[in-house]
């Protein structure tokens, strides 16, 4: 799919072609976007910083690209910030937008340790997935595992089982499999001082 918008170009009117078909890198084309941010009335992007209680649509679709920059660099505080207007926003981001979101803020509350949170977000998730195993529902799945079940061994199979899987080239893929072998540790490390203890 392209869509195209419009840009002026000393008084002439032209249109740029933008791709959005699947599988391009947007993690890569929004950090380089802003690495090269225009004014705001020529920006290729909304600002993250726009009012949340005034997003428009597009914005409120960015939000997830500008999470996952967060989520890749471990910036906490945007990762919170993003998530939260996101959430607070549910209701008008697409469905197939949402059901991203939805095990975006599973894992987040797993992690943060809020188990009615983490639970209510798995249960939609698990909705919008079937039987599914997409790696970053895989991911949140095995962090709801570990922080809010504790069953550090069903955690652990489901890392195992995404680990195995060929991975794609995609940044999307690259983080969540860094994520997931970051868990694989911390199992080994808290299964390591149960035997102690």
């Known amino acids: 799919m392209v869509c195209t918008r419009p840009e002026k170009d000393n008084g002439e009117r032209k249109t740029t072609k933008i791709k959005t078909m699947r599988g391009i890198n947007f993690i ?5 976007r802003r690495k090269t941010r225009t004014a705001p009335e020529t920006a ?17 679709l960015l939000r997830l690209y500008f999470y996952y920059i967060a989520l890749d660099s471990g910036d ?9 207007v996101m959430e607070k926003n549910i209701s008008r981001i697409p469905r197939q937008i949402a059901q991203r979101v939805f095990r975006e803020l599973c894992f ?8 009615e949170s983490a639970t209510r977000y798995m249960e939609l998730t698990e909705q919008a997935y079937g039987q599914k195993k997409a790696p970053d529902e895989q991911r949140a799945r095995a962090y709801y595992e ?12 489901i890392c195992r089982g995404a680990l195995a899987k060929t991975p794609a080239a995609d940044g999307l893929t690259i983080m969540n499999t860094a994520l997931i072998r970051a868990l694989v540790i911390l199992i080994h490390q808290k299964v390591s001082q149960s035997k102690n203890e």
């Not at 890569?28 to 380089?32: D, L, M, N, S, W």
């Not at 906490?76 to 939260?84: E, G, K, P, S, V």
């Open 28 to 32: 890569a084309v929004i950090k380089e």
């Open 76 to 84: 906490q505080n945007d990762i919170r910030t993003h998530l939260m």
């Open 108 to 115: 987040f509350y797993s992690v943060n340790k809020n188990p």
């Open 146 to 157: 570990m922080y809010v079940k504790r069953r550090y061994k069903t955690a652990f199979s």
């Open 44 to 60: 290729p992007f909304p600002s993250p910083e726009e009012n949340e209680d005034n997003l428009s649509d597009v914005a409120l």
